[in-house]
C-alpha cells in the first residue's frame, strides 16, 4: 500500500522524479570517477571537470596526476558507460512498450545478436576496413545489427502484414538463436583469437576512450530523437494495435521507426562495448513501477537511470576483486537475474 501511494505520489510530480534521476546519475559519474587503484575526493574531480571540461578559470592548485587521471582515464571510462547504459535502457523501455510485453529488451529482436556476428567476424577473420581502420570492429557491427533488423521485419511483413507483435518477437528469438549458434561456430574454429572474442562477448568498456565516446553519440542522439517523436504512439500502441489504430497511428510506419530507433541504440552500445544483458530488460521495468507507464517520461527517466545504472556496475566490475577486472556482462546478470525474479514475484502475489 505504501509502495503504491508512492507510485501515485511520483507519478503526478514528474519533476520529482527527473531531479532524483539526476541525481542518481551525477552520483554515480563522480562515484565511478572517484573511486580505483587511487580514490579522488569529489571536490577535486568537480574542479578538474569546472578547469579541463568546462574552461572555467577557478586558479585553484590541482595535481596534474588527478588531472590525467580523471581526463584521460576515469572521464572517459564513465560517459562511455552511461552512453551504453543509457542506450540499452532506452531500447529497452521502447521494445516493452512496443511488443506490449514486460520481458521484451535489446535483444529481443536479434539485433545485438546480429551486432555480435558482426564484431566476431571482425575478430575472427582479422577484418580491417581501408577508410574507416580501426574503427572497423564497431562499424561492421553496426552494419550487421541494422541487417539483422531488415531481416527480422521482412520475415515478420511475410508471416503477418500487419507485423503483429507475437510475430516479431518469434522471428526475433529464432534469429537469435540462429546467430547465436553462428557465434558459437565461430569460437570453436578460432585459436589465438579465443580470448579476445569471449572478454568482448562477455561486455567491457575498459580502455576504449573519446574516441568510442565520440562513435556512440551521434548514434544515441539519433535514436533518442527517433524514439522520443514516437512516445504518444508507443502510449497509443500500449492499449492495442486496434486502440491505436482507430486513434489515427499508422500502425506499421509507427512500428519501423520505433524499431529503427530501439536497433540504432542497441546497435551502437554493443558495437562499442560488447553484448551486456538485463540493463533493457531490469531498468525500463523498475522505472515504469516507480514512475508509470507514460512514455513521454518513461523513456527519458530509463534512459537516464540505465547510464547511472551501467557506471556503478562498471564501477563494481573494475573494483571488486582488484586488480583483476570482471566483465560488465556478468556483474549485471549476477544483479539483473535476481532482481527481475524478485519483481515477477511480487508482480505474482499482487495478481
Known amino acids: 500500500m505504501q509502495s503504491l501511494f508512492i507510485q501515485r505520489f511520483l507519478t503526478k510530480h514528474k519533476s520529482i522524479a527527473y531531479i532524483s534521476a539526476i541525481l542518481f546519475l551525477c552520483f554515480s559519474l563522480l562515484l565511478g570517477i572517484s573511486k580505483g587503484s587511487l580514490s579522488i575526493p569529489f571536490s577535486t574531480i568537480i574542479a578538474v571537470l569546472l578547469t579541463e571540461w568546462l574552461q ?5 592548485d590541482i595535481d596534474p596526476m588527478y588531472t590525467n587521471i580523471i581526463m584521460s582515464i576515469r572521464f572517459p571510462r564513465v560517459v562511455l558507460a552511461m552512453l551504453v547504459g543509457a542506450c540499452l535502457a532506452l531500447a529497452g523501455a521502447a521494445f ?133 517523436c514516437n512516445t504518444k504512439e508507443l502510449n497509443a500502441l500500449a492499449f492495442g494495435e486496434e486502440t491505436a489504430k482507430n486513434l489515427g497511428v499508422n500502425i506499421q510506419k509507427r512500428k519501423l521507426i520505433i524499431l529503427l530507433g530501439a536497433s540504432l541504440v542497441t546497435g551502437a552500445a554493443v558495437a562499442v562495448s560488447g553484448t551486456i544483458g538485463f540493463v533493457g530488460l531490469v531498468v525500463p521495468h523498475i522505472t515504469r513501477l516507480l514512475w508509470g507507464p507514460d512514455h513521454r517520461h518513461l523513456l527519458p527517466l530509463s534512459m537516464i537511470m540505465g547510464g547511472g545504472f551501467l557506471v556503478l556496475t562498471d564501477l563494481i566490475a573494475r573494483t571488486i576483486i582488484a586488480p583483476t577486472e570482471l566483465p560488465i556482462g556478468v556483474i549485471t546478470a549476477l544483479i539483473g537475474g535476481p532482481v527481475f525474479a524478485i519483481i515477477l514475484i511480487r508482480q505474482r502475489h499482487r495478481l
Not at 572555467?56 to 585553484?60: C, E, G, R, T, V
Not at 535489446?106 to 539485433?111: D, F, I, N
Not at 511475410?158 to 528469438?173: C, D
Not at 562477448?201 to 542522439?221: C, D, E, K, T
Request: charged share 5%.
Open 96 to 228: 516493452q512498450g512496443l511488443l506490449k510485453n514486460p520481458l521484451a529488451d535489446p535483444y529481443t529482436l536479434g539485433v545485438s545478436s546480429g551486432a555480435a556476428v558482426g564484431a566476431v567476424l571482425v575478430l575472427f577473420l582479422g577484418i580491417s576496413l581501408p577508410v574507416v581502420g580501426a574503427f572497423t570492429l564497431p562499424f561492421i557491427s553496426i552494419v550487421c545489427g541494422f541487417v539483422t533488423l531488415f531481416l527480422v521485419i521482412g520475415f515478420a511483413r511475410a508471416l503477418h502484414k500487419s507485423m503483429a507483435a507475437e510475430t516479431i518477437i518469434l522471428v526475433g528469438i529464432i534469429t537469435s538463436s540462429f546467430l547465436g549458434s553462428l557465434i558459437s561456430l565461430m569460437i570453436a574454429l578460432t585459436g589465438d583469437e579465443l580470448r579476445q572474442i569471449i572478454s568482448w562477448l562477455l561486455g567491457s568498456v575498459a580502455m576504449r576512450g573519446w574516441n568510442y565516446v565520440y562513435l556512440i553519440l551521434p548514434f544515441f542522439l539519433i535514436g533518442f530523437l527517433l524514439l522520443m
Open 56 to 60: 572555467l578559470p577557478l586558479h585553484i
